[in-house]
C-alpha cells in the first residue's frame, strides 16, 4: 500500500508538472489558459513538488508571491502525507 501511494503521489506531480509547462506554452503563443485557481488547487492536492519544479523549471508564475506560498505548502502537504503513510 505504501508503494501505491508513493508512486500516485509520484505521478501526481509528473501530472502538476506537465500542467504548468502546458499553461506556459499556452502563454507564450496567447491561446487560451489554464485558470490559476486550477494551478494552486493542483499544487496543494499534494503536487507542491510537481508545480515548484514546473514553475521554475518553465520559469511560470514564479514572480507571484502566492504561487510560491502555495508551491511550499503543497510541498509540505505532500511530506506530511507521506510521512504519515510510511510510518504506520
Known amino acids: 500500500m505504501k508503494w501505491i501511494v508513493t508512486g500516485l503521489c509520484l505521478m501526481w506531480n509528473l501530472i502538476v508538472f506537465l500542467l504548468y509547462g502546458w499553461d506556459k506554452r499556452k502563454a507564450k503563443r496567447g491561446q487560451y489558459r489554464i485558470p490559476e485557481k486550477t494551478l ?13 519544479l514546473g514553475g521554475r523549471i518553465f520559469h511560470h508564475k514564479t514572480r507571484k508571491w502566492y504561487f ?3 508551491w511550499i505548502c503543497g510541498l509540505i502537504i505532500e511530506i506530511g502525507i507521506l510521512y ?5
Open 40 to 52: 494552486l488547487l493542483s499544487a496543494l492536492a499534494a503536487g507542491g513538488l510537481g508545480a515548484l
Open 84 to 88: 504519515y503513510i510510511w510510518r504506520s
Open 68 to 70: 510560491w506560498l502555495t
